[in-house]
């Protein structure tokens, strides 16, 4: 009686899953294999559009890929070095430092994205303000619309999403840990690669895979700050909208979850076997 | 030596801050600018970008769905979570944990998929777009964290205060009300703000499950489409103050109970 | 739940408790929901440009007439198309598509004949206009024309002090880096063709010319600091500096870039640009149909027309209007011989919906144009 309620408490939220997730992506799987002609859905099973993926799109997946790997490791790290901040050096600190990355991380997506708009343009915040202090005479121009403007960009929105499972893993490190292997005689780098690493594995592969998915699917970024560089974001929704292919980008989209999963795999391979030296 | 270590985790800890709030800060200061162009120099402050703001056409029917939508997905997020919670605490650790990995999916998700694939969905069952469907969408990816946070406060309650209560002769439901939802209402209540926090932010799925209409994220979605005014920073520091303020007070809610 | 076998009496006032709190809850709820619904006044649906609202909303009528506009802004005119099928039908009153796009709507089924009788201010509408072939299917007439323009080459006066002659022009090195694009794909793919492909019928392409179409832009893009979301967003780039001059255009980007404080100007290079006359339609199952023939009258009447030729500085179509304007308004556009204009951009029909010999249909153009965005 009371283990069968336990469950029925959980079947709203269940239902809600079930309804709202499981069916939509079963639904989404099947639409992937369905087909578009002349604006008619043919619901004819067909695997032409990942042939049409593969065929025709695979640079920018593959450029998607590279960006997004990029930006996850550079994010990881960045969100590694917080976190050991917070965790090992910060002291009574660590509570505002925590609070700040807390703070950003609920609000703003659309709002930051176009902040970092305003303060790389041309005639932007940065170049207004260094031209103003005397240190440029004219704009940097190379600053909005390049892929460094979109890592940039993605590293930031992303940032409190990689330090919260990183520090909330390192929580379970023991000061006593590391003073021992500092009383062994181990310097700074071997005990952060020996200890740390390892006991933060699985706060590391949230992290990075946390930032891979955000920025693998991120549309709105390279839109914004871009200029013209195309991630697979930026062919997918237009399916949804302009182009009218519902199953092209689904299978745009699960593609990328597909590729998304290998990296993140080889991800936590490389970590583990970083952990066993 | 360690002199110098301080310092230099100092310097590290300031870049890290500037680099987080500082474009969040700039956003805000230049919604006071008097000038047509967000940049240097601000030649005076002024309250001009927020009158235009608030005489924007879509404004405040924007600003209303935005509202009813947070408030919506915070109750029913927060009740069907809180239940969720307790069921899960309930549970055996391990198959609490795998249920509750589960039920994080959608969160993993990037919002472009779940937006598209709910969008379809809807329109395969014949579901007509509009506020609910952005409210059903919304809890998907609320919910979850509602489930986190009740739930780590509820393996922390002590089981025997409940066990008393029903041996003084309460039904489940009047133990529920008198014993455990005092002692869990702060976290239930911060769990709820934070729900809302995220919806009233969410831009992606929103803007492909509303059909027509506006929230504030895609009203200013709309208006970066013709130009960006500052009166873009003055939405956009509202947003901030909603999404940001109500996760401060759910912090303060969470934390210090827990 | 069990049942409640033994009732505590300290445990009354704790129910109580609840009892308000649902009551509250209830109550919370019930303000946000029914509010949407009982608003007294009609709400219509509309989906369509930016300020393609303000001639119907920018005074009291819309307040006299007791509705309330819900504005959906595009992007670009496939959206609409998108918006209606995308479970638009039966939510959407009004959507304001380019003329091209109507022959696709009414085979699809996503939009109504117009009853004429309905919207009076139709008679002075100027006959080139009520007549163009693309809005009347079937001898019916699926749309209320009401404003008209060009893609015109937008440039920066301060750093071009004259424009080129061709669009070619724009690949010469002087303008790498310096060139903006717009993610407009009818516009780009028009304009492509008559300059790739040197036809005069650039919607009636076939595969090799589609292609060719395509290397162009892509040459373009290569060309380019950016391809815009929006118009807006390309006139921003322009008046923060980022680009100088662009590749397709909008007369009304002058106004967006004045706002700015940027003052920028435009011209027709020599291979003529597309032109376009957009139009209010009423939605298929539109759930506000009297409303809905009140805003399609209201957009051509004097008021209407004359607020849009002023403010936002674009082309009209009521006769009575235009007779109306101040001078150096009326003076922006060729109102006394639009047929002049022609020489310089063409309303040009839309690419077949349905295969048609050996022409590229709009499917293949959407599909070709992917090519452009992915390159």
Same mark, same amino acid.
């Given at each position: ?157 992303? &940032?409190?999403? @990689? =330090?919260?499972? $990183? *520090?909330?893993?390192?929580?379970? !490190? /023991? ?81 990328? &979850?597909?590729? @998304? =999963?290998?990296? $993140? *795999?080889?991800?936590?391979?490389? !970590? /583990? ?5 | ?258 | ?375």
């Amino acid at each position: 009686m009371e283990n069968r309620s336990t469950y029925w408490l959980v079947a709203p939220s269940a239902l809600i899953f079930c309804v709202l997730f499981i069916a939509p992506m079963a639904f989404f799987v099947v639409l992937s294999f369905w087909q578009v002609e002349y604006f008619e859905l043919s619901t004819e099973p067909t695997i032409s559009n990942y042939r049409d993926v593969f065929a025709n799109y695979w640079h920018v997946m593959g450029f998607t890929v590279v960006v997004a790997t990029a930006t996850a490791l550079l994010t990881t790290a960045l969100g590694f070095i917080f976190a050991f901040l917070a965790r090992f050096r910060a002291g009574k600190w660590a509570q505002v430092l925590l609070f700040i990355v807390l703070i950003t991380l609920f609000g703003g997506y659309l709002m930051k994205i176009y902040a970092w708009k305003t303060i790389l343009g041309n005639e932007g915040v940065l170049n207004s303000a260094l031209m103003a202090a005397g240190i440029i005479s004219s704009p940097i121009t190379s600053l909005l619309y390049s892929p460094q403007a979109v890592v940039l960009t993605l590293m930031h929105f992303s &940032l409190p999403f @990689a =330090v919260l499972p $990183i *520090y909330a893993s390192m929580r379970g !490190i /023991a000061d006593s840990e590391v003073e021992a292997a500092r009383d062994l005689g181990a310097r700074r780098w071997p005990i952060l690669s020996t200890v740390i690493v390892p006991r933060c594995q699985s706060g590391i592969v949230a992290a990075f895979s946390f930032v891979f998915l955000m920025v693998g699917g991120d549309y709105v970024t390279p839109l914004l700050v871009g200029g013209k560089l195309t991630m697979i974001g930026n062919l997918i929704a237009p399916q949804f909208g302009a182009q009218f292919n519902w199953p092209l980008g689904a299978a745009m989209s699960i593609v990328m &979850l597909i590729a @998304a =999963v290998v990296i $993140i *795999y080889l991800f936590r391979l490389l !970590i /583990a076997l970083w952990s066993r030296q | 030596m360690n002199a110098r270590s301080n310092i230099f985790w100092g310097i590290v800890a300031v870049l890290f801050i500037v680099f987080l709030l500082s474009p969040i800060l700039l956003l805000v200061v230049f919604s006071f600018t008097s000038r047509t162009l967000t940049n240097f120099p601000i030649e005076a402050l002024s309250f001009h970008w927020w009158q235009e703001m608030v005489v924007t056409r879509q404004f405040w029917p924007s600003l209303a769905n935005s509202l009813i939508i947070a408030v919506c997905v915070a109750i029913v997020s927060a009740i069907v979570g809180t239940l969720a919670a307790m069921g899960l605490a309930a549970m055996p650790k391990r198959r609490a944990s795998i249920i509750m990995a589960l039920l994080t999916l959608p969160v993993m998700l990037p919002p472009l998929v779940l937006g598209v694939a709910l969008l379809s969905f809807y329109v395969s069952i014949d579901l007509k777009l509009g506020l609910p469907t952005v409210i059903l969408s919304h809890v998907l990816f609320a919910q979850p964290f509602v489930v986190l946070i009740v739930h780590a406060r509820m393996v922390n309650f002590d089981p025997r205060v409940v066990e008393s209560a029903r041996d003084l002769g309460a039904s489940p439901l009047q133990a529920f009300l008198t014993v455990t939802l005092p002692i869990i209402r702060p976290v239930v209540i911060g769990a709820a703000l934070i729900a809302m926090a995220l919806s009233i932010d969410d831009f992606i799925i929103t803007f492909f499950t509303i059909g027509t209409g506006n929230t504030l994220p895609t009203l200013v979605w709309g208006m970066i489409r013709t130009g960006l005014t500052p009166s873009v920073n003055a939405i956009g520091t509202l947003i901030l103050l909603l999404t940001i303020g109500s996760t401060v007070i759910a912090l303060q809610l969470t934390r210090y109970r827990g | 739940m069990g049942s409640d076998k033994s009732k505590p009496s300290g445990l009354s006032l704790t129910r109580r408790h609840f009892t308000q709190a649902l009551a509250a809850t209830a109550a919370a709820a019930a303000i946000g929901l029914p509010a949407t619904r009982a608003r007294a006044a009609t709400s219509v649906n509309f989906v369509g440009w930016q300020g393609y609202d303000d001639p119907v909303a920018f005074d009291d009528f819309l307040k006299s007439k007791d509705i309330t506009l819900n504005t959906t802004y595009i992007g670009n005119n496939d959206e609409i198309v998108a918006k209606l099928r995308g479970g638009g039908i039966g939510t959407i009153d009004i959507v304001t598509p380019y003329m091209g796009y109507i022959p696709l709507l009414v085979k699809l089924d996503l939009i109504q004949p117009i009853d004429v009788s309905r919207v009076p201010n139709l008679e002075k509408v100027m006959p080139i206009f009520r007549n163009d072939p693309n809005i009347v299917v079937d001898g019916k007439l699926y749309g209320v024309p009401f404003t008209w323009g060009g893609g015109p080459m937008v440039y920066d006066p301060a750093v071009f002090a004259t424009p080129p002659a061709s669009w070619k022009d724009l690949l010469k090195p002087e303008f790498t880096g310096k060139v903006g694009m717009m993610d407009d794909p009818l516009g780009n793919m028009m304009i492509g063709a008559l300059v790739a492909t040197g036809t005069q019928t650039p919607t009636k392409i076939n595969a090799a010319q589609l292609e060719q179409t395509i290397d162009f832009l892509i040459e373009m893009k290569k060309q380019s600091r950016v391809v815009a979301a929006s118009w807006g967003d390309l006139s921003d780039a322009i008046a923060r500096g980022d680009v100088a001059i662009t590749f397709n255009g909008w007369e009304t980007m002058v106004k967006f870039c004045a706002d700015k404080g940027k003052a920028v100007k435009y011209a027709y290079p020599s291979e003529r640009t597309h032109a376009w006359l957009d139009n209010y339609c009423i939605a298929k199952d539109a759930p506000n149909l009297d409303a809905a023939y009140e805003l399609c009258n209201r957009v051509i009447s004097v008021e209407g027309q004359k607020r849009l030729a002023e403010v936002a500085i674009q082309a009209i179509v009521n006769a009575d209007a235009v007779a109306a304007l101040p001078a150096d308004i009326r003076a922006l556009y060729p109102y006394d011989d639009i047929a002049d204009y022609g020489k310089k951009a063409s309303f040009f029909g839309f690419p077949p919906v349905e295969p048609e010999g050996d022409l590229t249909t709009f499917s293949d153009w959407l599909k070709a144009y992917e090519r452009f965005k992915a390159a």
